[in-house]
């Protein structure tokens, strides 16, 4: 595949076969399988506006968390307590917006995700254990936090508002859910591609001695990744509570895995120091569209586990290989 | 050959009676020198003599236990590497300290990106920067957008020091420039400490080679065991009286 791209251009093979693969295999992906589900389920429904713009919706929550999961990456760490801080963000959320009201659940929701992310950022930055054991451990602690709180009972939100404001609402024409997703992919590729912090997080994650000697604090760093993982992934957790009207622990159990895919997918890489938002947006979108065609074509879920996992499989193999380069 | 100059101008350090002790081991003791601007001192001395020791001191890593530094007339307290930078001293560390996949002009400017007034990276500004230096040093890279692995590594190491050349003020610390070089990078990279006396600044390197020490110093220093065995002007000793100093075998 290469080798051909070089021929055509006629530039060094190394140059173009590194930047075509990197940087395009995500997009190439996203086509490739948006084209099949478009020819296969032609008579399913695949394309109407309904079902597209339902990917998209169902994808927000997916899309938010990714981007916090870029900047734990590119900082070479992971965060896989998301999976369960969005379920305690929802509930802490949903309880106290029925009763305080909107801005109360907004900020209990997010500040617990935050919470859960300054657990984790101290632990690694500062007791310098390593992230994927603490995140592990706190995945697991929270899943039994969010099972506690409420005994295993779905809370209801009633707060109109809230449900407008995270689910059902819109503004302009556009969909709450589209606007938060648009807000958080902007401003996280803001932040990530032209601030110092940016720089920072990738400087850390690339060769942390140097960042170190940079005069770039690692530990803060690391701590701020953690941070914005969790604090997004609290947010995700309002979006699920806004669009379900309702908080469950269950929420968020299952996108554990489709997060840190669309974000590899995206082109990211796992041990840190390169990666990219638009990416891991196409990613998760890449994730969804696979979710609904798999459901559309009528496979159970647990056929659908195992070909995302595949999929998973496959970026992981094409991130490693691009690493080794 | 520009002897006279330094001796004239005041020294951009001076470090006197330096002396660091760990626990009840002594890494180094009564070690006093000074680097004027414009003048390039080689520190050699065998494996465990004391040099990295003196490199941390000097970088702001460890604080001697006694002695001063002063630095431009001013004894300075420093706890930390970036206090050193602050004070003018760079360090082109021995595994050079870039981030690989960045991109040249983000390394250069690492922990000091600039920022336009909406406080966003001002990328401009650093590839203009990074394109002037490099051309003055000579240094060979594709652009200031290669990619530091994309390198080779007499690149990379023409890139630390031009990164350290753009912001030491005083003084340089090259820490074995060339231990990891073939002979022609070897060479590519003497020229460019070379170019660095014009500059002004003072230039501490650490060298294993005798052949490049002679070649580049105009005084070198000798360190045994953590002991200072001796200051000579290059022009006026050779390698004998220089390995005689860091063996301890003297011949005469």
Not at chain 1, 30 to 56: E, H, K, W, Y
Not at chain 2, 126 to 153: C, F, N
Request: charge should be positive.
């Amino acid at each position: 595949m290469s080798s051909a791209h070089s021929s055509a251009s006629g530039q060094p093979a190394s140059f173009v076969s590194r930047l075509n693969l990197q940087q395009y295999v995500v997009y190439l992906g996203f086509l490739a399988i948006f084209l099949f589900f478009a020819i296969v389920l032609r008579d399913s429904g695949f394309l109407t506006v309904r079902n597209l713009s339902n990917i998209m919706l169902q994808t927000a929550p997916v899309t938010i968390m990714a981007i916090g999961l870029v900047f734990v990456m590119s900082a070479g760490e992971i965060d896989l307590s998301i999976g369960s801080t969005v379920a305690v963000s929802a509930l802490a959320a949903a309880v106290t917006v029925n009763d305080y009201g909107l801005a109360a659940g907004v900020v209990v929701g997010i500040g617990a995700g935050l919470l859960i992310g300054l657990l984790n950022g101290v632990l690694v930055a500062y007791v310098k254990l390593p992230s994927f054991l603490v995140t592990l451990a706190t995945l697991g602690l929270f899943a039994g936090v969010s099972r506690s709180m409420t005994n295993l009972r779905s809370i209801p939100v009633t707060d109109s508002s809230f449900t407008g404001f995270f689910g059902s609402g819109s503004f302009l024409g556009v969909p709450s859910l589209i606007w938060w997703t648009v807000v958080a992919v902007v401003c996280g590729h803001i932040i990530y591609r032209e601030t110092r912090f940016g720089a920072h997080v990738l400087a850390t994650g690339d060769n942390s001695r140097a960042a170190s000697v940079s005069g770039i604090s690692v530990p803060r760093i690391r701590l701020a990744v953690l941070m914005i993982s969790g604090g997004l992934a609290g947010l995700a957790g309002l979006l699920y509570a806004g669009r379900l009207q309702a908080a469950k622990y269950t929420l968020g159990e299952t996108d554990l895995m489709t997060v840190i895919a669309a974000v590899i997918v995206g082109g990211t890489l796992l041990n840190g120091g390169k990666g990219t938002i638009i990416g891991a947006l196409v990613g998760s979108l890449m994730m969804g569209m696979l979710n609904n065609g798999l459901i559309l074509m009528g496979l159970s879920v647990s056929d659908q586990m195992i070909v995302r996992g595949l999929i998973i499989l496959a970026a992981v193999a094409v991130s490693l290989r691009e690493k080794s380069r | 050959m520009n002897a006279n100059v330094s001796a004239a101008a005041e020294p951009v350090l001076k470090l006197k009676d330096i002396r660091k002790t760990f626990g009840g081991v002594t890494a180094i003791e009564n070690f006093s020198l000074e680097v004027r601007p414009g003048e390039i001192v080689a520190l050699v001395g065998d494996n465990g003599a004391g040099k990295s020791t003196l490199i941390k001191i000097i970088s702001g890593v460890y604080t001697p236990t006694s002695g001063t530094i002063t630095i431009e007339n001013q004894t300075v307290a420093m706890s930390n590497a970036t206090m050193a930078r602050a004070h003018g001293i760079e360090v082109v560390y021995q595994d050079l300290a870039l981030a690989d996949q960045q991109t040249v002009y983000m390394n250069m400017f690492l922990g000091r990106e600039p920022v336009n007034r909406f406080g966003l990276l001002d990328r401009r500004r650093m590839i203009s920067e990074t394109e002037t230096l490099v051309k003055e040093l000579d240094v060979r890279i594709p652009s200031a957008h290669a990619t530091i692995r994309d390198l080779s590594g007499g690149q990379r190491q023409g890139v630390a020091i031009a990164r350290a050349t753009h912001w030491a003020s005083k003084l340089i610390l090259l820490d074995e420039p060339t231990a990891a070089l073939g002979v022609a990078e070897t060479a590519k990279v003497e020229e460019i400490v070379e170019s660095l006396k014009s500059r002004n600044i003072g230039v501490l390197i650490i060298s294993h080679s005798l052949d490049q020490v002679f070649k580049l110093s105009d005084r070198i220093c000798v360190l045994r065991r953590g002991k200072q065995i001796g200051i000579r002007e290059t022009a006026k000793t050779d390698k004998n009286e220089i390995i005689a100093m860091i063996t301890g075998l003297q011949q005469h």
